[in-house]
Each structure stands twice: as C-alpha cells, then as structure tokens.
C-alpha cells in the first residue's frame, strides 16, 4: 500500500511537468527588433514562428500591419523556401514622408511556400520604417496556418492587468529616439546589405534567447518534480514511522 502511494505521488508529478511543457504560452507568434525600434525611426523586425503542434507542420504566416499606424516602407528578406507578398492598401490623406509623398501603405505580409517542422521554428524578418512618432507600441495580428489545415489567429490584445490572453498578437514596444538620430541599428529601407547583416543577428539573437529560455523552463520544472517527489517521500516517512 505504501509503495503504491509512492508511486501514485510520482505519477502526479510526472503529469504536472507534461501539463506545462504542453502549454500555449510557451509557443505562440512573437515580434522582436533587431536592436532597437526607435519612435519616427527605422528597425529591422523579426517575426519568430514555433510549431506548436506535434502532429503538422507551419506552411503559412500572414501578418497584418495596423491600418491606424501606416508604414511607407515594409521590405521583407528574402528566406530560402518561402514566398514573401506584400499587400498594400490606398490612403485617403497621402502621407508626407521625408519630404515624400506616400498615397498607399502595406497592410499586410504573407509567407507561403515553406514548411516548419515539429519542434522547430522560424524566423520571418522584415525591414520596416517609418515608425509612429506618438505611440509606445504596435499591434501585428497574425494568423499561422499549419498543413493539416487547422488556423491558429494570434491576434488577442492583452489587457493592462488582466493575465495573458491565450492566443497574443505580437506586440512591438517602441523606444524613445537618441538625439536627433531617427534610424536606429536596425537597417534603413533604402539599405539592403545592411538589412540583410542586421536580419542575421537577429537569427543569432533569437535562437540564444530561445536556448536561455528552455534552460529556465527546464530548470522550473525539474525544481517542481523534486519538490513533489520530497512531500511524497515525506508521506511515506510518516507513514513507516507511524
């Protein structure tokens, strides 16, 4: 009786470490900056896309760009195995920029073409300028698209106080521009090579920032499984003792 007890606490904590690798929260569509995304400025943008699923593969990404914050400039980089179209949509108010006159904008990107397998991800970069001078961050709601045809619509806005919603929209929080220095280290849009180094280190940056964030889940869960394994020994001592 008391090895079964045993085991039953060992059971329980091997469910409790499934049910949290299972997790939502641990996989959905974000966006990053390559450096920094400075108000009124420039920045290379890297959408990151899991496969959160174990039995399909990610064959689509479509992020849309908020209609109430126009970008004159959204170039995405080329990735081998995937198709990039930019869908754009006509102003009612041309847009003066840089002395320029803009009568359209890109209200949305679609990645077709490629495939990302089971327990990988991809990365989606986009040069993109010029970026609100009067607001602290951007909404992308995007919709990834797996091949046994299920739609997974990340395009939930979070709630100042209220806990995560359980499918996010990427949000983009934008810095303060340095000085009169409105092009930040990311890559201008009139500058492909240097889109192209900045996109690179964004790869770089991302699969460490994904390595450091495994480790600490890792880690959490292991700190979980020990606990539970001691109040089980606990019980059991209690119960020999007794």
Known sequence: MKTSRVSFAAAVAAGSV????SGPAFAHVGVQPVGEAAKGGYATLNFKVPNERDNASTTQLEVNFPVDQPLTSV?????????STVEKTKLDKP???????FNEVVTKVTWTGGKIEAGKFQQFPVSVGKLPENAEQMVFKSIQT???????RWIEEAKEGAAEPQNPAPVLKLTAPKGDDHHDS?????EPKNADKDAEHGHDKAAAEHGTDTTARVLGIAGIVVGLGGVAFGIASRRRSA
């Open 146 to 152: 797996y091949d046994n045809g299920e739609v997974v």
């Open 186 to 190: 990311g890559a201008k849009a009139d």
């Open 18 to 21: 499934l049910l949290l690798l």
């Open 75 to 83: 170039m995405p980089q080329d990735i081998p195995g995937w198709t």
């Open 95 to 101: 847009l003066t920029v840089h002395g320029k006159q």
